[in-house]
């Protein structure tokens, strides 16, 4: 793949696959994109149906796929794990220290870059500033987790369990939210499930530290037990039944969404910076984000990897698709744009952007392993049980860890020797 | 006198029980119908008057949108020439190697082994398909057939029941007298096959054939996972895949169900009497 | 005596190579369907046999992994969930629709109905339609605010306040959704049953009836002594069908429901599917479909034993 080719020279007719909002972005750009391709020609095709069932199909089949193809970033393993993408390592090199370490090692395998990050999602929480006002709760004073279950403990008691502090699904197979909340707890305290090389190291101090905050969270009666994306769960974004939503970025469009259905005035919506495990620890995590790829099977690699350059690796269209889709982006050079300094009118003049973006570089990522969204489900399906019943700790990782192994084959690794070779655990915190 | 009182209750008894038996049968006939007409309704509505409540119940004004949308925004047109395809080019190897096989084991008694092979043929049948699903995945993608209408023709062709099926209406409806003459005459065994068997067989051909077809037009499991590009989707793919994650265009939905669901139907109503005899000697076998 | 069509020399009793040499057509008529039996049948029924022992996802090198697949359906509780699951929705529809194809069936095959072909076509028709299309429609009938059923329900409510118990959660909720799913199959799958009853019903003699009735037994008498005691292959037959049919299952459970929500409505089928190709679990996959299989052949024959032991 030359770089140096000549703009108009290149041909070619891109099919994309992509999503729901990432697909919109997408879309977005291709008339800027046309002006300097003039003759590469993109569609984006907007189906997320069983998409990785139909994209594992035709790169096993080697005949189908897309040319340019979104993929979760916690899935990029998997199809990386295939072989049958292109490898983007010569192209990509002069972008590597555009994007976090941590991002940009989900896209590698053994040296080798196959994917380019996109958007990521650093976390804070959303939180109704008519309530918070109400029951006489400073958002700026919740610096902890234990500061917010506080917090919780006064809404819950003051609305005379009316109202409860956010939503966390627990005891139902609607169970996400646990593993979700795992996630975003385990990055803060800098564990992990998976070591560097793939074998499970989620029995760690770490992840009992994750869990212990999931546990007095559920214990304080501050959490309402529906899944995410339910109606009702949707529903507490327009009533008075849920506080908050400590969730990522990407949730903004969403919230955004659902203010359009209101009859009456515009609900006052606020955001603090996610607290952190212990006084001064890390206020900051990540959930979600994704990737784009080039199947190895593509016969214009020269025009997609034009595309692909052009939509993650330029501010301009990394900083668009922000600004329209809240696709928070994955190319650090995007967050020096004075747009993450402006106030965003929707919450009330916050500069929620620069909150958002702050200490994003420090988030440790997890490491992804090729069968992650299985390795979701037995996390699914173990707190799910753990939650419904007496939520004993003791054991639940070394369990979990046993049952991981046996499912995916992996070896488990000893804490010990976790910290002791990469010491990670405690890196973030005081 | 009194006898002709009683007959006359009972008369009346029985055509009372009789219209019951009407009226019971007209209402279940409506519950099996009414799927096919919300079907047909919903396809001429707008996506609010699908999903307005109190619901609908006709679809006037008749609304074509749905339908000049599904040509124009899906490749549904395409879809239809490849699933024509596929069920005639199926149906059509599929009655070819069936009925020769049938006939090969319905009036060669004598050759020796056909007693067993046609065993092993039946117990062919005992296979799920579930359990070769992946290996013909593997297959077809090693042959680099995937993709291709022979990855959806070729499954399944060669069909234990077929051969079961031509084989027990050949050999009690083609006398074998009619071969020997054929045979001294000097006709070749393909051509007594093909000039003699064949025209006999013709109405177990075209039971077969339908049976055939339903499940070649209808399949959805296994055109997902061999068809790959939009240009050689089926009609199940593409409405499968036109469901949205978030906002589903119902209409458009419906129009392109209604355009799949037609052909068979009226297929059916024209062919009726082949297929329930075809399904009723499927059972015999049990 | 009742020649050999193939050649009358055959009496003679040739040796074995000029048996076949002279029966030669018959071999080569049959061809096709071995040699496509061994690429597409054979083959793939070895090979998924050698894949039950392996870990392979179709894309990287295979690696042999002995008996541990078999280990691993032994604590996999989706697995547990999609059998159980298979068999609840199993249970409630069999027994409702082979009741329902019998008393169609009956009703059907009465010589003087009017209209006959026209009843007849309505129950059998959801049979050949593709059940992508007919899924769909009943998201739509059973979708909980705005669907069809639950505004029936709801003015049905009004008259008979005992039945008004809110909008039911179809599709949304886990109680609901194999309800939802015998329903949809329901609806298919009475109708194609009804014709293989009604297959049973013609092969009983006339002069059973006859004789009955002269005896002065009335219908349900017939029905009951004469009808049910000689279909009873039938709906053997019927039940093993319909069982095979739950376990493999795909298509209604994968559009309507997806298997949700939860694990609610996933059967064995879509399981089996997920696993072979959303995980690419090839090994695994093989491994289950395997051993499922083999255990409907041992419920099979130990039910055809039982039949055969009972009416014995």
Known sequence: MPASLNKTALRGDLQVWSWNIAAKALMGLIPEFNRRYPNVHVKVDMNGTNMQSRLLLSLSAGVGAPDVSQLQLTDAQRYIATGRLADLTLVAAEYERMFPASRWKNCARNGRVYAIPWDIGPCAVYYKRAIFRKYGIDPERIETWDDFIAAGKTIVERSHGQTKMFAMGAGTTASQPLTSMLEILLQQAGGQIFDDQGRVAIDSPASYQALGVIKRMLDAGICRNVPWWSQEWMAGLKDDSIATYPLAVWFGATIKDTVKDFAGEKPEWGVFRLPALEKGGLRNSNLGGSVLVIPAQCRQKEAAWAFIEYALCTRESQVAQFRHMDLFPAFLPALNDPYFDEPVPFFEGQKTNRLFATDVARVPALNRTEDWSETQRYLDQSLSSWSAGDRRSDGFFSALARKLQRKLGRPIVSTRNVTGQHGNYGRIGP | MIARQASYASNIKRNASRAALYVALAVAAVLFLFPFYWLAVSAFKSQGEIFSVPPRWTPWPLRTENVVMAFRETNIARAFFNSTVIAVSHVAVTLFLCSLAGYAFAKFPRAPGSRQLFAFVLGTMMIPSAVTLIPNFVVFANLRLIDTYWAMIIPGAASAFGIFWMRQYLGSNLPNDLIHAARIDGCSEFGIYWRIALPVARPALAALGIMTSIGAWNNLMWAFVALRTKEMQTLPVVIYLLQGETRTPYGMLMACGLIATLPLVIAFLLFQKHFVQGITSGAIKA | ?312
Request: proline share 4%.
């Open chain 3, 1 to 312: 005596m009742p020649g050999n069509v193939t050649n009358p020399a055959a009496r003679q009793g040739d040796n074995l190579i000029q048996d076949l040499h002279r029966n030669r057509h018959f071999y080569l008529f049959i061809s096709p369907f071995f040699i496509l039996f061994a690429v597409f049948g054979l083959y793939p029924l070895l090979f998924s046999f050698y894949l039950s022992f392996t870990r392979w996802d179709g894309l990287t090198p295979r690696a042999w992994v002995g008996m541990d697949n078999f280990a691993l359906m032994l604590d996999d509780e989706v697995l547990a969930a999609s059998l159980w699951n298979t068999l609840i929705i199993g249970l409630l529809y069999i027994p409702v629709m082979l009741f329902l194809a019998f008393v169609f069936a009956n009703i059907l095959h009465l010589r003087w109905l009017r209209l006959r072909a026209l009843f007849r076509t309505a129950v059998f028709i959801p049979c050949v339609t593709p059940m992508v299309v007919i899924a769909l429609v009943f998201g739509l009938i059973f979708s909980s605010e705005k669907g069809v059923l639950n505004f029936l329900l709801a003015q049905l409510g009004k008259y008979v306040p005992a039945l008004d118990f809110g909008p039911v959660q179809w599709l949304t909720s886990e109680q609901w959704s194999k309800v939802s799913v015998a329903l949809l199959v329901l609806w298919r799958w009475t109708g194609y049953n009804m014709v293989l009853m009604l297959a049973g019903l013609q092969g009983i003699p006339d002069e059973y009836f006859e004789a009955a009735t002269t005896e002065g037994a009335s219908a349900l008498q017939r029905i009951r002594h004469i009808t049910i005691p000689l279909m009873r292959p039938t709906f053997l037959f019927c039940a093993i069908l319909s069982l095979l049919g739950t376990i493999y299952m795909f298509d209604e459970v994968f559009v309507m429901t997806r298997g949700g929500p939860g694990l609610s409505s996933t059967n064995f089928g879509l399981y089996l599917f997920n696993k072979s190709f959303v995980d690419f679990r090839f090994g695994y996959a093989s491994c289950m479909a395997y051993s499922v299989a083999a255990g409907v052949f041992l419920i099979t024959l130990m039910a055809q034993r039982f039949n055969r032991t009972d009416t014995e």
